[in-house]
């Protein structure tokens, strides 16, 4: 609930605080029609990445991280296929780029060059300092050895094409 709540905050906050500092820092930005439209294509172009990225590390948590009767989004399975075999965070990769995403679509100048980045941070603050410390409780040893054998996250195109290709539902 926590988390929901902080993602809502980053968005809408970040989209109010973004346009309220356009006003101030880029005067005239909301009537240039060219900024608008290219920042939109990329906002569309990151946006339906994050949905691709989400939806196949989702369902292949949904697949491979759930032994027995256990709730909805939650696992009990450390997941290693896919893109997982590759770095441990491959779903917060994607979701790293929701802000940046947002902040294209909506076109304020101030939320891509300011306030999307520092949500980024913070996001990579929370994976360090929270999901990792839950990964290890959940997982134990198992976790401490994929956390030594792969990256936070994996750029190479190897990689890369496994985060982006698709994962059948679930049946």
């Known amino acids: 609930m926590i988390r929901m709540f902080m993602w809502i905050l980053m968005l809408f906050g970040g989209a109010a605080f973004g346009l309220y500092l356009d006003n101030i820092l880029f005067d005239n930005i909301h009537t240039n029609i060219l900024f608008h439209v ?4 990329i906002g569309v172009i990151l946006f339906s990445l994050v949905i691709r990225i989400s939806k196949n590390t989702g369902r292949t948590l949904a697949k491979y991280g759930r032994n027995g009767n256990v709730k909805r989004m939650e696992t009990n399975v450390l997941v290693r296929q896919g893109a997982y ?19 294209f679509l909506i076109g304020s100048p101030s939320f891509i060059l300011i306030i999307a980045p520092v949500e980024m ?13 839950e990964a290890i409780k959940k997982f134990g040893e198992e976790y401490l050895d994929y956390k030594k054998q792969l990256p936070w996250f994996c750029l190479k195109l190897t990689c890369l094409k496994e985060l982006l290709k698709e994962v059948p539902p679930k049946l």
């Open 38 to 41: 290219i920042s939109f294509l």
């Open 121 to 133: 941070i913070l996001m990579l603050i929370l994976i360090k300092y929270f999901e990792e410390r």
């Open 85 to 103: 075999k590759y770095m441990r965070h491959p779903m917060h990769l994607g979701l790293l780029f929701f802000p940046l995403s947002i902040a």
